[in-house]
């Protein structure tokens, strides 16, 4: 069931890795690049559709995503009655 | 408020309960004959002449295949199982209540529990992409550029701590061996 749940969650994981392979050029152009050219690299389409994503938007959705499940397990474990 | 110090005890005995004798080593040994293998094999297909032209889309191209063949599988199926086994299993020997019946927070348990597994697994993935790039470096002399490896250091460890926390979260709900995993 965890691994479905993995599965389900993947398309934001792979946000993060696109993000990751562009962080060089990131980097890169925070130094030297324009501002239209760092929202250009900062922007990533999902699929066909129109709508922008920013992939470090993703990075910190999936950061409190993750707090959120840590929660939810500290409550269902302070909840659980042991027999 | 939670004790490092007492977090710092749980952690030794489930970090030892993770690196069990048989469960790392058939993690690791399989995922890393195949990380280096298909990094010679990446190497070797881009031919002598444009590997001295491209090393950085050569060493993109080796994390991006190799991402696809060895890391998906692994956090798919390695990480859900590990989590799944050091807290369902306790629950069904009854370590969990005698654990519980200490004066230590749950909090803390979980913690512990989270915590061995999220290292271990970010240490297993990214030294094994380590052990790759080492490889392509010592048969055409090239590196990555130092940002780019620690790029993927900081993303495995994202993917490690949301897979590890989705994988905690249904194991303690469920509870149970089968259907955890």
């Keep these: ?83 | 408020m939670i004790r490092l110090r007492v977090v710092k005890l749980l952690l030794k005995r489930d970090l030892k309960s993770v690196t069990e004798f048989p469960r790392l080593e058939l993690i690791i040994l399989p995922t890393l004959l195949i990380f280096v293998v298909l990094s010679q094999i990446i190497a070797w297909g881009w031919g002598e002449g444009s590997i001295a032209d491209r090393p950085l889309i050569l060493i993109q191209a080796i994390i991006d295949r190799t991402r696809l063949i060895f890391t998906y599988p692994i956090v798919i199926i390695f990480i859900p199982m590990i989590i799944a086994d050091i807290v369902t299993n306790e629950y069904e020997k009854g370590i969990m209540l005698m654990l519980v019946s200490y004066p230590v927070k749950r909090s803390e348990i979980l913690i512990s529990k989270f915590a061995s597994v999220f290292s271990i697994s970010w240490i297993v993935i990214f030294s094994t992409s380590l052990a790759g790039i080492l490889v392509v470096y010592k048969n055409h002399a090239m590196l990555p550029p130092l940002v780019l490896v620690v790029a993927l250091f900081i993303s495995i460890g994202i993917l490690c701590f949301l897979v590890c926390s989705v994988s905690t979260v249904i194991s303690t709900i469920s509870g149970s061996t089968v259907v955890a995993p």
């Design chain 1, 1 to 83: 069931m965890s691994s479905l749940t993995v599965l389900l969650l993947w398309p934001m994981i792979i946000n993060v890795f696109s993000w990751q392979l562009k962080l060089p050029d990131l980097m890169a152009l925070s130094y030297t690049g324009s501002v239209p050219e760092l929202i250009d690299l900062l922007t990533l389409k999902l699929g066909k559709s129109e709508i922008p994503v920013t992939s470090l938007m993703s990075v910190i959705v999936q950061l409190l995503l993750a707090s959120l499940f840590l929660f939810l397990s500290h409550i269902a474990l302070d909840r659980k009655e042991f027999k």
